[in-house]
């Protein structure tokens, strides 16, 4: 069973315009998560984390929102760029344990048209 | 050469071959991980090494052996392998053990024939 479920396998959206990734998580020992990007023929890198303890992070045009009571956290890019063009893993961990494991979700690839 | 590098990039073996993969870190971090993408699938975590100590198999088949001579470099000895164990292996690297980010490299696409 996924812990970590990225329900949208892909998503379209016009340049200049939003783009909402969305990502949902059962368990709730779950403090802290991450976003990656994977450009094709590349490692995931690194794009922006949130602990537990905000329910909100910006970083320039990326802000990932979290949502305790729901389970649930998104990533919003705005504005989109052909550039952002990508696949978007989100990941979670129980932090607060000392865990290392990460469980990631199985991805949503985003498009962003010109 | 920066970050977290993997060699071969891609690699195509019969099932009773014996390869490697190779990761090597230029970081200066202390763990390293591997993980397997199988098309579909969340990225699965196979093998952690802290300070060169494997902390961490994952319920891995034998038939995958990974070796960690230092904390810069991380191999992935594959023997009788299954087509089913086609996928991207990526290796990643962390300052710490515990939470941080973990810097992942290109990874090595595997073909099983």
């Known amino acids: 069973d996924q812990q970590v479920k990225q329900n949208s396998p892909s998503l379209s959206v016009q340049e200049g315009r939003i783009s909402i990734l969305n990502c949902d998580y059962t368990?709730?020992?779950?403090?802290?998560f991450l976003w990656y990007k994977k450009y094709p023929a590349e490692g995931p890198t690194f794009l922006i984390s949130i602990s537990s303890i905000k329910d909100k992070n910006e970083d320039g045009r990326f802000t990932v929102f979290l949502n305790k009571s729901a389970k649930h956290l998104s990533l919003h890019i705005v504005p989109s760029q052909p550039g952002d063009s990508a696949v978007y893993f989100c990941?979670?961990?129980?932090?607060?344990?000392?865990?290392?494991?990460?469980?990631f979700g199985t991805g949503t690839r985003l498009k962003v048209l010109a | 050469e920066t970050g977290v590098t993997q060699t071969p990039r891609h690699l195509v073996m019969g099932m009773t071959n014996k390869k490697s993969l190779k990761c090597e870190q230029h970081?200066?971090?202390?763990?390293m991980y591997w993980y397997k993408q199988s098309a579909k699938k969340p990225l699965e975590l196979m093998f952690v090494?802290?300070?060169?100590?494997?902390?961490e198999n994952n319920s891995v088949p034998s038939r995958f052996s990974p070796e960690c001579p230092n904390s810069s470099h991380l191999f992935l000895h594959l023997h009788t392998l299954q087509p089913e164990d086609s996928a991207l292996y990526l290796c990643a690297s962390s300052q710490e053990l515990t939470g941080g980010t973990q810097y992942f490299g290109p990874g090595t696409r595997l073909l099983v024939l």
């Open positions: 990941a979670a961990s129980d932090y607060t344990s000392g865990t290392y494991k990460y469980i």
């Open positions: 368990n709730s020992m779950f403090d802290y």
């Open positions: 090494y802290n300070f060169k100590e494997q902390t």
């Open positions: 970081l200066g971090h202390n763990a």
